[in-house]
């Protein structure tokens, strides 16, 4: 981070490319939020690039004014930990679908997350292909109606957050496309966080899967369906922020302040910073009616992370090296040398003839 | 020394073979580094099975190494092998083949037993009739009891006595070959160093089976092969693979860029991700991917930020990367594909040598989708054309494809270091100009737009998989992609104006004009030398650049009546000059067997053809 205030605002990061997604797409206010989030970074422009698969979500980098990698279908984790690994000074973020990321994509999405490069990885999960207009995909609920599952799916979804922590994942962030104040906020944690950071925004595709997180992103059941993580703070919810999270049997469970003798005092407070995943997974598979769906950052844990493993490698080993360039390499080992009567000098080999020139 | 029988030679080729727990693969290369060391030319054959632990004694289970070594220039590790040391049953059985008529075996005569002889599906109890072996001359050497015998007492347990079989069968022929064992000695010191009585009981071994030898020389016959006079300088033996990863190091080097290598293990082009592992050192940074996909990303993603990022696979390997390769080519990043061949379809043969990818290397993409494409012809070759695909790559913003092969990969030779002034520069086109910079803005003359990377002040621009016009917008207009395409390949062709001509072995004309590509060279050279010592009218165009070819190609094909193509494939090559040269007529000499050709089948193919 620079030391002077660069004082960037949302319009230094959109470019001149008019802006095709479908009116009333989630992706829009996804993208305002990472604007914002970058204009208050204060990192050097010229330090962003941001990467994507293939998707509808993925044309992100052609309306930003970063460098930008639009790149194949499942592949955008890979070729950003690339970019990372080379040069760990930059900001790097990673736009993916549900489809990109869990399905095609999934064997570099948790390969990623087990070695923590430092990415910034936004996970559009609107549970449909969308630019391939409307098949189902790896978060889509078990039977529901697409043009591919006409009769309802028979396969159950992927759980995104499950499969962060089986991976060994530090970081996982839950969001929702509208609200872009708290998608700034869960961002700007996400861009802090060093190592492998997943942020899910649940995304509306107003076209093939208008409404299918509306139930839990509705405005006015907010207080009540959604409950903000904060580290640090109680686990509380509800209109008149009546309600909270309690453990019972080793399970968690929703308990009403005042009701049978429960007080503020027994409300869970949040660790993000728990390395033992145990609590995370049950916030992650918390699901409606009984319980609030967890939103913000539910793990941000400390760990080695890979790109700066990597060049810390390179300095360790460089500075107690023997050779110090490829002349002292080629000469290094087990060498000889010919310098007999009989020999003749030596020709550089690309100026060397064919040795059957008798 | 009277009753020695002492065998003079110009070059001699020597086949160590044993079960694949026998440690034939290290006996052999600390032969082969001794004889390089005392002066000899040599050039080397690693011959494994691909399943590591195959049954004991069978037939599956045997390791092989040759190596051919002489006076003069030798170009490959020679068709059959004067000498067999084997270990087993099995390892006579499986090599037969392999010898020269009226050679000589030595064998471990206590490891023919009843048991063993069935293990390697012997029918009779005289393994070498069975095989016609009968006029070869054949030593029975008690190498397991001997080795016994001169360990008894350092209080072994018999597991480690039998690993030092391999010592008593390096010294003996040592002695025949009349090899200085320092350098073997320094090297089991250094490798044991904190094991003092692996140390001590391997020289004891050593030293006892080369006194066996000399004790009992009336029986075995002992070689004398003159050392070879060579060009001035520093040598060493290096192996195709560690040639390849040093060349693109001494690009990155050259180049003053970083190097990234993005790679999943795969046989037998492993040993160039764990060379390039090893030297962190030099600042190079390797990513060992969950696949080949990702491998090939990584390397894309590397060179999106502006670093020398090559990968490195095998066949499948480069089946995976396909899709990913392409993105390359839309994109216009310059990134090496190191492929080392080896026998396909699936996969195939993985321990053998073929020149089956080159059709998947030229075409094997989706869309028109042109790359660069060359190929290294020795083991130590390896080195300056990794170099230049680095070069080419770096300088013409152009994905460049590396075909090598399993006998290069593992194969070695003797190798005159270059000294890093003797190698051509490279500038890569990194954009200077903010004001002036287009993603897609090209040269007028090389076609090649510019470099700019995240980090690069005034320079932020998009790229991706989707076709572009020249701001870097996206396009689907028909004539904007029509004429990107024509560019791209363009582009490539473009290459040729900075790869040398294409050199005729032998006269600029003639009857008969023999064309092979890569791997193949050192038996093609062989054979079309002795052919001209026998008077024959006969040259050889070797090519490393394939595509593009170089310029004078046509030229070459038009002063010879008959061109033969000889590969280990069922003719890529051919087909490929049938559709960019259709004028000439292209004989062909195919082979499929996982080995390289033999010179002598060669020439056969070849006066046949002259008869015609
Ligand atoms: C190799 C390959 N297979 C299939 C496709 C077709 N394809 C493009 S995007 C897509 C799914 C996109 O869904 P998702 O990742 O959820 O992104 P969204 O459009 O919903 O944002 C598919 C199947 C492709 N481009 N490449
Ligand atoms: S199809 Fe759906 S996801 Fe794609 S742009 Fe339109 S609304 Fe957005
Ligand atoms: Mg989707």
């Not at chain 1, 700007?188 to 995304?203: D, F, N, P, R």
């Not at chain 1, 968690?252 to 409300?267: C, P, R």
Request: net charge negative.
């Amino acid at each position: 981070m620079s030391n002077i205030d660069l004082q960037y605002t949302l319009k230094d990061f959109k470019s001149e490319n008019e802006v095709r997604w479908c009116p009333g797409c989630g992706d829009y206010a996804i993208m305002n939020a990472v604007q914002r989030t970058m204009a208050d970074m204060n990192v050097p422009h010229e330090k962003f690039a941001v990467i994507s698969g293939i998707g509808c979500s993925s044309r992100f980098p052609y309306y930003m004014s970063t460098y930008g990698f639009h790149s194949i279908h499942g592949r955008a984790a890979a070729i950003a930990s690339g970019v990372k690994s080379a040069n760990p000074d930059l900001s790097v973020w990673v736009i993916t679908g549900d489809g990109d990321s869990l399905a095609i994509g999934g064997n570099h999405f948790i390969h990623t997350i087990r070695r923590n490069i430092d990415l910034n990885v936004i996970l559009f999960n609107n549970k449909i292909y969308g630019l391939t207009k409307g098949q189902y995909s790896p978060t889509t609920d078990r039977g529901f109606v697409t043009k591919t599952s006409p009769n309802g799916t028979i396969e159950d979804s992927f759980v995104p957050g499950q499969l962060v922590l089986g991976a060994r994942g530090t970081f996982f962030a839950r969001a929702v496309d509208s609200n872009v104040k708290h998608n700034q906020l869960v961002f700007a944690e996400a861009a802090k966080h060093q190592g492998t950071s997943i942020v899910e925004v649940l995304q509306n595709c107003v076209i093939f899967n208008d409404g299918i997180h509306a139930q839990i992103a509705d405005p006015k059941h907010r207080a009540e369906r959604q409950l903000f993580l904060e580290h640090g703070k109680p686990m509380r919810f509800g209109h008149d922020n009546e309600k909270g999270l309690i453990v019972e049997k080793g399970r968690l469970k929703v308990a009403v302040i005042g009701e049978n003798g429960v007080t503020e005092d027994d409300i869970l407070v949040h660790d993000a910073k728990e390395v033992d995943p145990y609590l995370h997974m049950q916030l992650i598979n918390m699901s409606m009616p009984d319980f609030p769906i967890a939103m913000g950052v539910i793990r941000a844990v400390d760990a080695p992370v890979y790109d700066q493993e990597l060049e810390k490698q390179v300095a360790e080993v460089s500075a107690t090296r023997r050779v110090n360039n490829v002349d002292e390499l080629l000469k290094s080992g087990n060498t000889w040398e010919v310098d007999e009567p009989g020999s003749s000098d030596p020709v550089p080999f690309f100026k060397k003839k064919c040795p059957i020139l008798e | 020394m009277k009753d020695t029988k002492v065998i003079e030679l110009e070059e001699v080729a020597i086949r160590f073979s044993g079960d694949s727990g026998d440690g034939m693969q290290l006996t052999g290369t600390l032969f082969s580094d001794a004889t390089a060391l005392f002066g000899n030319d040599i050039s080397t054959f690693p011959d494994y099975p691909s399943e590591i632990r195959a049954p004991q004694g069978t037939v599956g289970g045997v390791s092989g190494f040759q190596v051919q070594f002489g006076h003069k220039e030798v170009n490959t590790p020679g068709d059959e092998a004067h000498v067999l040391i084997a270990m087993n049953p099995a390892a006579v059985k499986a090599n037969a083949r392999f010898m020269k008529p009226g050679g000589t075996i030595i064998y471990d005569v206590d490891s023919f037993t009843q048991k063993n002889l069935d293990k390697a599906n012997f029918a009779t109890d005289d393994p070498f009739g069975e095989l016609k072996l009968d006029d070869y001359i054949k030593i029975a050497v008690p190498i397991t009891s001997l080795t016994r015998e001169s360990l008894k007492d350092f209080g072994m347990d018999n597991k480690s006595v039998l690993r030092s079989k391999n010592m008593f069968a390096l010294g003996l022929i040592c002695w025949m070959f009349g090899r200085p064992m320092d350098y073997i000695e320094s090297f089991i010191k250094t490798k044991f160093a904190k094991k003092p009585t692996v140390v001590e009981s391997n020289l004891k071994v050593l030293h006892d089976g080369f006194n066996y030898g000399m004790n009992m020389q009336h029986m075995t016959p002992q070689y004398l092969v003159h050392a070879a006079e060579i060009e001035r300088g520093t040598y060493r033996n290096i192996n195709g693979n560690i040639a390849t990863a040093w060349g693109m190091l001494a690009a990155a080097e050259k180049s003053g860029l970083d190097l990234f290598l993005g790679s999943y293990p795969i046989t037998p082009a492993t040993d160039v991700l764990v060379a390039l592992a090893a030297r962190r050192d030099l600042g190079v940074k390797t990513f060992q991917a969950e696949d080949e996909i990702a491998g090939m990303c990584t390397t894309l993603g590397a060179a999106f930020a502006g670093k020398l990022a090559v990968t490195s696979t095998s066949g499948p390997g480069l089946a995976l990367k396909s899709e990913a390769i392409g993105l390359a080519v839309m994109a216009e990043l310059p990134v090496v594909i190191v492929n080392v061949q080896r026998g396909g379809p699936s996969t195939g043969l993985p321990t053998k040598t073929e020149q089956s990818d080159l059709l998947q290397a030229l075409y094997g993409r989706n869309g028109e989708s042109p790359v660069v494409v060359l190929a290294a012809s020795t083991p130590s070759d390896c080195f300056y054309y990794a170099y230049l695909s680095c070069k080419i790559a770096l300088e013409r913003m152009v994905p460049v494809i590396l075909l090598t092969d399993g006998f290069l990969g593992n194969g070695s030779e003797p190798w005159r270091v270059p000294s890093m002034s003797e190698l051509p520069e490279i500038t890569p086109r990194i954009a200077k100009n903010s004001s002036e910079f287009k993603p897609y803005k090209r040269d007028e003359d090389i076609l090649a737009r510019e470099w700019a990377f995240p980090g690069m002040e005034g320079f932020q621009h998009r790229i991706g998989g989707l076709e572009k016009n020249v701001e870097g917008a996206v396009s689907h207009d028909p004539e904007n992609h029509h004429k990107n395409t024509e560019i791209r390949e363009a582009k490539v062709q473009k290459v040729a104006d900075m790869i040398p001509e294409l050199e005729v072995c032998g006269d600029e004309e003639g009857e008969l004009l023999v064309v092979a590509w890569g791997g193949t060279y050192g038996h093609m050279i062989s054979a079309v030398r002795e052919m001209r010592q026998d008077g024959k009218k006969v040259s050889l165009a070797h090519f490393n650049f394939i595509k593009p070819l170089p310029a004078n190609t046509e030229e070459v094909f038009s002063k010879f009546k008959k061109i033969i193509v000889c590969e280990l494939n069922l003719g890529q090559f051919a087909s490929y000059l049938r559709d960019k040269l259709p004028e000439y007529e292209y004989h062909q000499v195919n082979k499929l067997k996982g080995l390289p050709f033999t010179v002598t089948e060669l020439k056969e193919n070849f006066e046949k053809l002259l008869e015609e």
